[in-house]
Each structure stands twice: as C-alpha cells, then as structure tokens.
C-alpha cells in the first residue's frame, strides 16, 4: 500500500491538489466492444480561438505588469487594489486552466506548457504582491468599523493572514541565503533520492512464476495475488529490501533535511519544523498534532482487529495456518469485472446522490461527455494521469488520459470530478479567487469522501455475499490506509524531527528501530516480520515535501466524519455540506468545518467518525464472511 504514498508524492508534485492522479495501469487498453466516449473537450467555454488566448494573454500581461508596480497601497486605495487583483488572478486561471488542459491531450505541446507556467506564475506574483502590500503596518490596526468604511471587510482574512506572515518573515539578506543556498540543496536532495530510487528500481531482481518473470514494483498488483504463496512473499520482501543497498545515502539525505528544515523553521521563529509546517499545511499546533497521533495509536487495536478478520478469511479460504501481510492480497475471492463507462457514470451519480440535488445535478452534468466538460479519449500524446481543473468565473472540466473501466480508474474520476464540483460551487457562490483555495488537506477529504461513498454504493449495489465483502474491503482498506498509515508516518516524521534535535539518530539503523518501535502497536504482523520497518526509505514525501504525509491523517479523518455524519441524517447532511463546498476558504478550516458542519479538528469528536466506520464495518465485514462458502 506504501507505493501509492510514492505514485502520489510524483503526481502531486505536478497538479497540486490531487492524491489519486496515479497513470492508469500500463499496456492497459479498454477491452475488445467496450464504448468510449468520442467527444473531448469544448474549448470555446474558455476562449473562442487559440489565437484569441494569445492576444488576449498579451493584453493581461501589460495589465499584470502596471498592477504589480502600483505599490504603496493604503488602506483607503486598498479595496480598489484588492478587487483588481481579483480579477487579475481570475483572468490568468482562465488561461491557466485551459493552457492544462491542452497540455494534458498534447503533452508535447511547448506552447500551451509555455502558457501554463506563464499563467502560473503570474496567477501566483499578484497573490505575492498583494500579501507584501497587505504586510503594511497600516492594515495590522483596522478596527471592524475601518473595515466596514473602506470596504475591506470580504478581506479581513487575507488580511490576517499577511499579517501572521509578518511574524515568521526573514530579512532580505537572510531570504536570499535561503534562495541561494537552502532551497537548491532541498531540491538537490530530493533529486537525489529520486535517482536512487531509479537505480535501486532498475536492479530490482525479476520473480520467477508461472507466468513468466515478473517485476516486484511494476507487477506488484499481479504478485500480491498469486497462487503461489511462495511467490508472494518472495516480491513482498524484494519490495522491501529493493533499497538496502542505498539505505545509508538514503538516511543521510533524509537526515540532512530534517537538520536543514528544523534551522529553516528556527530562523522563521518557529519552535520547531513541524510546528512550522503543521501551521501553514494544517493550522494546527504541533501539541495539537501529536495529541491527535497519540489518540489514533491508543485506538490501534482497531486496525489489528481489521487486519485479523482478513487474516481469518485467508485462513478459512486457503488452509494457510500462519497468514502473513504478504497473503492479504488474496482478498473474498471476488474478482471485479471493467465497466462501461455509461455503466461507470450511472454508479458514480448513483453513489453522490446522497450529497443532495445541487451536488448530484452538476455532477451528472460534468461526467456526461456531451457537454464537453470530459476528456478521457486517450491518444499517443496524451499526460498519463487525471486531474480537474476549475476557479471562480472559469468553467471546470475534467480530465483523465484514458478510461479503462476497472474500480482504480473510477476512484479516479469519482475523486478528481469531486474537486470539480467544489470549484463550481465556489464559482457559483460567488467566492473571491483570494479564497478559491486554503489548507490541501480539506479539499482532499471532500475528494476521498467521494471515493468512500463510490465503495459503498458498490457495496449496496452487489448481488452476492462475495461481492459485498469485496467492496467492504475495499472501503475499509481506504480508510485504514488513510488514519492509520497516515498516523504511522505522522508519527515517524514527528519522531525523526524530535531524534534528530535531540541528536539521538544518527544512521539507518537508528531509523529502523524509530519505525518498528512505531508500527509494532499498530501492524498485526510487523512484531513478526521485522522487515516491514524498512519501508521508511520507499516513503518519497519525507524528503520531497518533509513534513505533508500527516496531511492525508486530517485528510482522512475529516472525510470519515463527513461520511459517518451523512449515514446519520442525510437530508440534514446535503444541506449542511453544499454550505460548506460553497463558503470557499474565507476562514481557518476549524472554523469553517464548526459553523457548517458542526465539529472541528481538535478532540476525539473528529476520530470518533474514523473509529465507527472501522468499528461498524469491520463486524458487517465478519458476519459476511460467515455466511461465504469456503
Ligand atoms: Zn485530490
């Protein structure tokens, strides 16, 4: 399960905002008869012509360029600014949106990547423009009724955030040792990592099997379920142990970034890296973090029971005496069949319904490619991958290389479609783009809310016990990996941070002993197979992005609890979550999560959502097993 953290640390470095935007399995065509949608994209929701983008790209950068050298902004000229950058940042997505877009069905385009990084940037120098200017003394000290007077008050927040940021800003000679110096070397060694993760991968050693050799890492999905036992223990371990023969470089890149970010976070005033990190990713504070992964570890029992009841299954199913995590890949025996994609879309409407009509109708509007807002017609040229895209006043649209019909490429679509709806509902509420995005993790847990609803309309829909119990492990298999690998890794780099400034680690070993002291509590088998402690090194995030694997805990538990609250009361639910899609980032998440949904992300309230699910779905998953014929 680990691989997909690395598939997702690759692809989120390139779109941002999306966990499940893993390429479709290789060499994998629809099959033989199987309808594909014909219809691509309607540009001219975007712009009449390529040409008329150009010219009109042109014109904005001459706008952009008298923007961004109008400074001294005060607080009686600053509401006409704001307003203006609005628009600015408005008009630049429209080209960055559609620029993506092109480029992802003609990934050799240059032109349309040109315009892409062209818009990008530009999208992202009036956000840094505008928060400097805001960083002025003058804004700190307006009252509510200056707000009011100036009409400033729909940018009381951004305001507050500038100056937050004030308060962790270095001098300039400081900044400029950081560009010169801090930020290449974090580049230079998640580089690094990268190319030895190339090199370990390409001496990976083929397994023998009936079918001719097979890859550990390509072939992963096809080995874990293997007849042969002896074969899935054997590509389990090489897995594993792919990258011991670069553990030590390995350790010391990671080790020298925690030392590098933790004297980053000091010179920002910060106690600490992940006190800085866990601010700016989650609003939250470290103690609030590590009182959150200290609740999850004490409810840990609960993914060993989970793991337990798969275990017995296998044991009942096989024979096998003493299963081992290298035979829970051979599941309820189920093996789902591809659909159509009208068969895929009529479950996808099927499974949002429940997020009341306003969700459900432009839903069903974006996933039916007559309306050109799809793309999935694969091609030579294409990206690998899928995305969404989307901004207030920018139509959204939704892309993926290709349709294949099986469960992982609908996760896909049901996840990225969902991030399009949000946008839409901003777009409609009217949202400024200063609030069209906020903290990664509360976009991504209204996306894996939909990939959890996309599993139990699968489960509700099924026709055998079998089936079923195959979409109850599917569902409880996304929520374990989402609260409690998440929690493990959490857990890991808070540990890692705290070692190291304590200088008590010092080499890979010492990291072999930090993770399995870790995963020991939690993972039914890790006391027995003391190779699972190796995994850290195939964990990318923990030096590519230090610090973002707790992300998709909070992730995880908010979309848990959205999911738990709608069983509850749907029709209240509907309601209560359309408000909170449409209100934007105008507030820190905490406070947006209370006033529309009614919890927060502090305290037990926030697990209990998680633990019920994988309570409750854990003994139906039992009691099915039950009822199944050997
Ligand atoms: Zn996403």
């Not at 895209?389 to 920018?394: E, K, Q």
């Not at 090194?537 to 995880?556: E, F």
């Amino acid at each position: 399960m680990d691989n997909r953290r690395t598939i997702v640390g690759l692809c989120r470095a390139l779109l941002l905002t999306s966990m499940i935007c893993a390429p479709l399995a290789e060499g994998q065509q629809p099959p033989a008869g199987q309808q594909v949608a014909e219809t691509g994209f309607d540009y001219s929701r975007y712009f009449p012509s390529p040409q008329a983008e150009v010219q009109q790209r042109n014109e904005l950068m001459n706008r952009t360029e008298a923007f961004l050298h109008r400074t001294a902004w005060t607080p009686e000229n600053a509401s006409h600014a704001l307003d203006e950058g609005a628009t600015l940042k408005r008009s630049w997505m429209l080209h960055l949106e559609y620029c993506k877009l092109r480029s992802a069905d003609d990934a050799q385009d240059k032109e349309t990547a040109d315009c892409q990084s062209q818009s990008g940037n530009q999208s992202s120098a009036v956000s840094a423009f505008v928060e400097k200017e805001l960083e002025a003394p003058a804004f700190a000290s307006l009252s509510h009724a200056d707000l009011a007077r100036l009409h400033l008050e729909p940018y009381r927040y951004l305001m507050a955030e500038a100056t937050e940021n004030l308060r962790h800003l270095l001098p300039p000679s400081e900044q400029k040792l950081v560009n010169d110096l801090a930020d290449p070397l974090l580049g230079a060694w998640s580089d690094r990592y990268d190319a030895l993760v190339r090199q370990a991968a390409s001496e990976v050693k083929p397994i023998q099997t009936s079918s001719g050799p097979l890859n550990p890492i390509r072939d992963r999905q096809q080995l874990s379920t293997a007849a042969d036992r002896g074969v899935r223990e054997a590509a389990y371990r090489a897995r594993l142990e792919v990258y011991q023969p670069h553990r030590d470089v390995i350790a010391m890149t990671l080790l020298d970034t925690i030392r590098l970010e933790t004297g980053l976070a000091k010179a920002r005033n910060y106690p600490s890296a992940p006190a800085r990190k866990y601010q700016g990713r989650l609003q939250r504070s470290e103690p609030q973090v590590r009182e959150m992964l200290q609740w999850v570890q004490q409810n840990a029992d609960l993914l060993r029971q989970y793991q337990r009841v798969r275990a017995e299954r296998i044991a009942t199913l096989t024979g096998i005496r003493d299963v081992h995590s290298w035979d829970l890949g051979l599941s309820s025996g189920y093996v789902p069949r591809r659909l159509t994609f009208e068969q895929a879309r009529t479950l996808m409407v099927n499974a949002v319904t429940p997020l009341g009509k306003q969700f459900e109708s432009r839903f069903a509007w974006l996933v039916n490619p007559a309306n050109g807002a799809l793309d999935m017609n694969g091609g030579t040229r294409r990206q690998p991958g899928g995305f969404s895209v989307g901004y207030p006043s920018v139509p959204i649209a939704l892309y993926v290389d290709r349709f294949n019909g099986d469960l992982d490429s609908i996760a896909q679509l049901i996840h990225e479609a969902g991030h399009a709806i949000h946008r839409k509902l901003m777009s409609e509420a009217g949202v400024s783009p200063f609030y069209a995005s906020g903290p990664n993790f509360l976009s991504e847990a209204y996306a894996i809310f939909n990939e959890l609803l996309l599993w139990h309309e699968l489960e509700k829909e099924a026709t055998t016990p079998e089936e079923r119990a195959y979409y109850q492990e599917r569902l409880l298999d996304e929520v374990t990996f989402q609260i409690f690998t998440s929690a493990e890794e959490g857990e890991l780099e808070q540990g890692l941070y705290d070692s190291v400034t304590a200088g008590t680690i010092r080499n890979a070993d010492d990291i072999d002993k930090l993770n399995g002291g870790i995963l020991d509590p939690y993972e039914l088998f890790a006391p027995q197979e003391p190779s699972m402690r190796l995994n850290w090194m195939r964990k990318r995030l923990l030096i590519n992005d230090p610090l973002y694997l707790v992300s998709y805990l909070y992730a995880g538990l908010v979309a848990c609890k959205l999911y738990e609250m709608n069983e509850a009361d749907p029709m209240a639910f509907a309601k209560r979550y359309t408000a909170l899609l449409s209100e934007g980032f105008d507030a820190p998440a905490d406070d947006l999560l209370k006033r529309n949904m009614g919890f927060g992300l502090d305290g037990k309230s926030l697990l209990d959502g998680a633990l019920a699910l994988v309570r409750n779905q854990t003994s139906q998953l039992q009691e099915g097993y039950a009822s199944l014929s050997r």
